[in-house]
């Protein structure tokens, strides 16, 4: 087994507007400035990790529209292994429609577009470098069947991460029970759990509801509050804070944490999982320090060099 962190997911393009606060309903409001970046949890896990120093595998799909040429050219300068990439006929890259406020609040909505069809035999395609990797991140943003077909692949090859976001409703259940690790954050833990309005006080109930419906290790982020986990052995959860830091731009914050996360689980194996969470949080948090999604994702030589110790 190899360091390598295989990411089966998603790339998005995304469009930015940043304006004061967000819409009402029917309303038009003037930004005040406009970005076109490269996105996707996927994509974004995947960068995180590479920066970090991570030897990356990315299985994903692109449309064959100039926008999904120039993202593959990108990840190649981002030193990701681009073999298992895909570039689809007929159907656009995903995008990603997106409005920051000056608070650093932000609204998303996504077309999948080429996403969706990132099917179980690309992934088999893939089987050889997704085994030898030893972490495994996949989320919801791609194709649920895909990102099955990749755990069962992989189970018994190393850690496995998944970040159920966007939030679905009903997880298929073999998704939950596959994954070493269950990720999300805590509006989507409400959408899975059915539990309203979820806080750090009632997080425990949020946790039991998760390893009711299969998760083997569970992690809510919080945000500014840092992050929560439990696991099958350790029911009760364990708070490890956030720094506060002045947010320019939460976009991209989660998916940096997950990429940072993969990193020191597959470089730092010995580090106990509460360590690899701190030190997860710090990059996150670099990451809301600037604007953009991938533009704010730090980079090795950004960071102090004693998280990597």
Known sequence: MSNTIAVVGSCMIDFITYSSRLPKIGETLIGNKYEQGFGGKGANQCVTAARLGASTVFVTSLGSD????????????????????????NIHSGIAQIIVTETGENVIVIVPGANALLSPKDVVEAKEKIQAASVLVCQFEASLEATLEALKLYKGHGISIVNGAPAVKSVHPDILKLADIFCVNETEAELITGIDHLMLKNAQDAVDKLFSLGCNTVIITFGAQGAIHA????????HTPAEVVKAVDTTGAGDAFIGALAYFLAY???LPLEESIKRANKIAAQSVLKSGTQTSLPYRKDIPATLFE
Do not use: I
Not at 231 to 238: D, N, T
């Open 66 to 89: 100039s926008l999904g040429k120039e993202y593959l050219e990108k990840l190649k300068t981002e030193n990701v292994d681009v073999t298992h990439v895909k570039l689809q006929n």
């Open 231 to 238: 696991s099958q052995s350790q029911k009760k959860f364990v």
């Open 268 to 270: 730092h194996k010995d």
